[in-house]
């Protein structure tokens, strides 16, 4: 016989914390009668003591007749007794009892409970009987906002601390989910191979990027890896429930992480760029950015070119903002296509009438490019730029340290 059982023993004399045998007499609204077996007491057992679910009804667990194992908590004084014994009998707090004494050493196992209610920071959970705490950054790899979607759910969640003798029971429904996405990362990252075009489904955005589900582990694109062009908010490009098609950039095993591309796996605005446009073409375009050295002019969707200062009029320009404003459409000539370096210079001036001070001083932009000998009267450190980009490349015109990268962050 258990130590359990051994409390089951006949009980003369009806002491609080005494495990009793009693037999429903009768159920009226929230609480019923007991007559404590072989003592000849009688107890009160109410709902709140049955269940913790405060708008269930207690026929659905009770029925005059039933036999149940009960905990004396406590014996009833005054009018409600009238000079007889009478006690409070509690169901759930004996299966609490019973639960903890299960719970014993079972850290880490993982164990499925109800939650009761969503509480301040965090969930209140039930586990056979037993009250365990689930704090909000157990809840879910990231920061779960609405905790009462879950109340009257069944999680599973791994025991994290248990301590019978202060009630501090803590679980974790997160590291189960980070347990079984490690195991899905370890089979997923076995199947992908960094430069692979797979498919997935946007499962969050955020701020800087958006998480694709690609059957059980998450990858990052990152806000700079969504377009060819410039995104100002992730959820203008992806919305959760997406499908999408990402390139694998880069595979992180120990890290568990994943980077994707979408714009990567989708064709640039410069793929086939010296089909869509040649030397000597003549387009309209649209001012994007005015600098001190010139102008970005959008010819193609997110294919933009660079009309250098000295391509914007036949007369000498001080500031390119003086003579162009962003949004401003413009027609432009096609000078140089580098598409390796996603370069094009433009000009504006080369579709303008050249004033006849140009034409008397020889300027010419069909004229190829000479090497002049410096005046005697001229300034050793003084470079005269030609007038047109044709015959060579921008950073020519611009000198030998000229970074394009830095003038078109």
Request: charged share 35%.
């Amino acid at each position: 016989m258990s130590e359990f059982e051994d409390l089951l023993n006949n009980v003369e004399d009806v002491k609080v914390r005494d495990v009793v045998k009693g037999e429903i007499l009768t159920v009226e609204s929230d609480q019923a009668t007991v007559s404590i077996v072989g003592t000849g007491v009688e107890g009160v057992l109410t709902l709140r003591e049955i269940t913790n679910d405060r708008d269930a009804d207690i026929n659905n667990f009770v029925k005059p007749g039933d036999v149940l194992d009960l905990l004396v908590i406590k014996e009833i004084v005054g009018k409600e007794s009238e000079g007889a014994k009478v006690f409070l009998l509690s169901k759930k707090r004996l299966e609490a009892r019973k639960a903890w004494t299960e719970l014993e050493g079972e850290e880490g196992n993982i164990v499925t409970v109800k939650v009761t209610r969503a509480v301040k920071g965090g969930l209140s959970v039930e586990y056979k009987g037993a009250r365990g705490f689930m704090p909000a950054s157990m809840i879910d790899t990231f920061f779960v906002r609405d905790t009462k979607k879950f109340e009257g759910e069944e999680v599973e969640a791994k025991i994290i601390e248990i301590n019978a003798a202060e009630n501090r029971f803590i679980l974790s429904r997160r590291a189960v989910i980070e347990d079984s996405r490690k195991e899905q990362m370890a089979q997923a990252m076995e199947q992908l191979n960094e430069g692979d075009i797979v498919e997935g489904t946007v499962a969050r955005v955020t701020d800087f990027g958006a998480f694709v589900d690609l059957g059980g582990i998450d990858g990052l694109v990152h806000v700079t890896e969504l377009s060819h062009g410039r995104v100002r908010k992730p959820a203008d490009i992806v919305k959760v429930g997406d499908k999408v098609n990402v390139k694998i950039l880069r595979l992180d095993p120990e890290a568990g992480r994943v980077s994707l591309s979408l714009k990567a796996a989708q064709p640039g605005p410069w793929d086939d760029i010296e089909q869509k446009l040649a030397p000597g073409d003549e387009v309209e375009g649209t001012v994007k950015r005015v600098t001190d050295f010139g102008a970005f002019v959008e010819i193609l969707p997110e294919v933009e070119g660079l009309v250098h200062v000295s391509q914007i009029s036949w007369e000498r320009v001080e500031k390119p903002q003086d003579v162009l404003k962003a949004g401003e459409k413009v027609q432009v000539k096609v000078l140089d296509i580098k598409p390796a370096e996603e370069r094009i210079s433009l000009s504006i001036k080369a579709l303008q009438e050249r004033p006849a001070s140009a034409r008397d001083n020889g300027d010419s932009e069909d004229k190829p490019n000479r090497k002049r000998a410096p005046r005697n009267n001229a300034p050793r450190d003084r470079v005269e730029l030609p007038e047109t980009q044709e015959g060579f490349g921008l950073a020519d015109q611009l000198g030998a340290d000229f970074n394009w990268d830095e003038l078109t962050k």
